[in-house]
């Protein structure tokens, strides 16, 4: 089975803070997602990412950046939280031009 | 670019049917569709590829119109279990590898 571990379930921060949420896959898929899911606007796509060091933006990117060192592993950065990014953060991942994605059980982020 | 879904939301009795639309302004190459569960991650449920692909999982299949750029979800005799929030998820061409989803179609199945 696939396992997509993401280090944080619930995370609370105040303005301003840096913030990481990471996810970790072990099946050496090569696209990873993150997503962010609000009540009727669904999974937003903020970035994702294809190869190693390889990033692309998705829909609502601004405010956010990643990092993907090694392949297994992807990083999303708030640089500056804001409140209006609290939200449920699920990182997935697929093998291949988008097949089935796997989802990790996702972090949810209060920005106080 | 997300896809648009409709209805935003539906309720049912065992045993009613349902459908579930997603439509998108841009060309596509494959739909997704999953299902996720309260407090639960969504899980996968088709791909199609091709336009007028159809699949089916249970009583629950899928079509895909390439060229008016929609895809259905089909839900026959629904159980209890179907309830929960269903969503498309779109690949657009010449786009890589980006997967988009739309805002959710939130379904309950009433005994």
């Known amino acids: 089975d696939v396992k997509v571990t993401q280090s944080s379930r619930y995370l609370v921060k105040r303005t301003g803070e840096k913030v990481f949420l990471e996810c970790v896959q072990d099946?050496?898929?090569?696209?990873m997602f993150w997503y962010r899911q609000d009540p009727g606007l669904g999974l937003r796509l903020i970035y994702f990412s294809y190869d190693v060091k390889m990033k692309e933006k998705g829909d609502i990117p601004e405010g956010y950046s990643v990092s993907r060192e090694k392949k297994e592993r992807f990083s999303l950065i708030l640089e500056s939280a804001s409140t209006n990014q609290t939200s449920m953060y699920l990182c997935?991942?697929?093998?291949?031009?988008?097949?089935?994605?796997?989802f990790g059980e996702g972090s949810r982020l209060t920005v106080l | 670019q997300q896809p648009v879904q409709s209805p935003q939301a539906v309720i049912l009795r065992e045993g009613e049917d349902a459908v579930i639309n997603c439509s998108s302004s841009?060309?596509?190459?494959?739909v997704h569709w999953y299902r996720q569960k309260h407090g639960e991650a969504p899980v996968f449920l088709m791909i199609l590829l091709k336009g007028g692909e159809q699949k089916g999982h249970d009583k629950i299949s899928a079509s895909f119109n390439e060229k008016k750029q929609q895809s259905s979800l089909y839900l026959t005799a629904s159980q209890l279990s179907y309830s929960g929030t269903y969503f498309c998820g779109t690949e657009i061409r010449n786009a890589g590898n980006m997967l988009t989803f739309g805002g959710g179609t939130r379904l309950m199945v009433k005994p």
């Open positions: 997935a991942t697929t093998y291949g031009p988008p097949g089935e994605l796997f």
């Open positions: 841009k060309a596509l190459y494959s």
């Open positions: 099946m050496d898929h090569e696209n």
